[in-house]
């Protein structure tokens, strides 16, 4: 037998506040990967992925789900069934599926979009719904769906207001549009709230969750929809290259992290308001706790040059944090930061934002 091949950990001592996709999954989470039942879920036979199809659909309220790779997929495919080629997609400028999805709408689905301007991604529905064509005739590109992100990644983790999503909705039902639901971090929203998965679920008709992001599974996306939908997005899931065979020792993880990494985002919420608190008393324009909703902070930095600075002396200090655009900056607090990271980062990021504050 080869001898095994020692693994470093690259990061051991750093405190990475880049984003919530960076967690390791956890000795329980571990232990149910190699447990995990599994079958060729192309045939329908993966136990873990049937019961995590099932789990998800139900806690959002729909007929059916489907295991994705990542959320980038299970986005392009719910969009995909609810937007036929040269049909248009509405949603707001910073949404992930039209700034980070490298322009999979357009290139694999034939989607047209057009965007809103909102404030940190929050959704103004009477916006939105005033721009719908829901038919342009031969004239002007119809509009077929909504696209709705919920938490709002590039908005700073916003939550998206019920009653903005319910008229949404409501009126999306009298232009006969559809709407996508975007919820990577949907988990994030319900915890935050309070507002049941379910409540959000009955405003849309294909919802997409990520299981890789603040609840830890290392892969994995579900998307849900009506029967007949999701039975469509499985045989593009496949067209795409995405239809895998004994995945439930991955299901496995997102089925472990939905019942032991679910309650505890309150824990990573609570921790971005502190970062938020300790750099907020540096200079109150560099952010502003009250706007700290679940676990993102954003910080606006003057300059590109002080942006650059606080990034780098940062990084210098074992602490990571991500550069959204020239003067952005965002910290992301998850599961594999502890107290002891996060009295480290609330000891050293004040003082590291006064010396950037100089530049
Ligand atoms: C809001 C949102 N949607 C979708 C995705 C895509 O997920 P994935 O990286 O698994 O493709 C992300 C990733 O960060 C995201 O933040």
Redesign the pocket.
Known sequence: MPAAVPVEDPSAGVIDLR?D?LTRPTPGMRAAIADAAVGDDVYGEDPEVNALEAEVAALLGHEAGLFCP????A?MLGVRMLVAPGQELLCDSMA?VVR??LGGHAVLGQVSTRTWPSERGRLDAAAALAMAVPDGGPYLVSTAAYAV?NTH?FGGGTVQPLDELRTLWDGSREQGIAVHL?G??LWNAHVATGVPLEVYGSYADTI?V?L??GLGAPVG?VLVGSASLIAGARVWRKRYGGGMRQVGVVAAAGRYAMAHHLERLAVDHRNARRLAEALGAVDERLCDPAAVETNMVLLTWSTPAQAAAFTGAAAEAGILVSALGARAVRLVTHLDVDDSGLDRACDLLPGIAKAALQR
């Open positions: 984003s996709t990542t959320g980038s997929m986005n992930h980070a999805e992100e990644n975007d990577a971090r997409s990520c890789s992001k996306s």
